[in-house]
């Protein structure tokens, strides 16, 4: 089953995590003098490295769910979770 967490530090910082197929893929955002910069790639990017041969599906369920209401984020965790079988 997929999940996605959200943590929320004093500082700022806002780490995202995810866990698809086994493998759980992060970044943080953290505050900068630009607003936030991440500490690594996307869930879209990470995910098609280690998983090259991802639906299409698969990628813009990845690309939306950071950025999603609690609506879409649960379809979008959906559709991971029935890629993950």
Do not use: H
Not at 74 to 83: Q, S, V
Request: net charge negative.
């Amino acid at each position: 089953m997929a999940k996605y967490v959200l943590t929320y530090t004093p500082d700022g910082e806002v780490k995202k995590e995810l866990t698809y197929k086994g493998e759980t893929f992060s970044y943080t955002m953290i505050p900068d003098e630009f607003g936030k910069t991440g500490d690594n790639k996307c869930f879209d990017i990470q995910v098609s490295k280690k998983f090259p041969d991802e639906p299409d599906e698969v990628i813009e369920a990845l690309e939306n769910i950071s950025f999603a209401d609690e609506d879409e984020i649960e379809e979008c965790l959906t559709i991971l979770t029935d890629y993950e079988d």
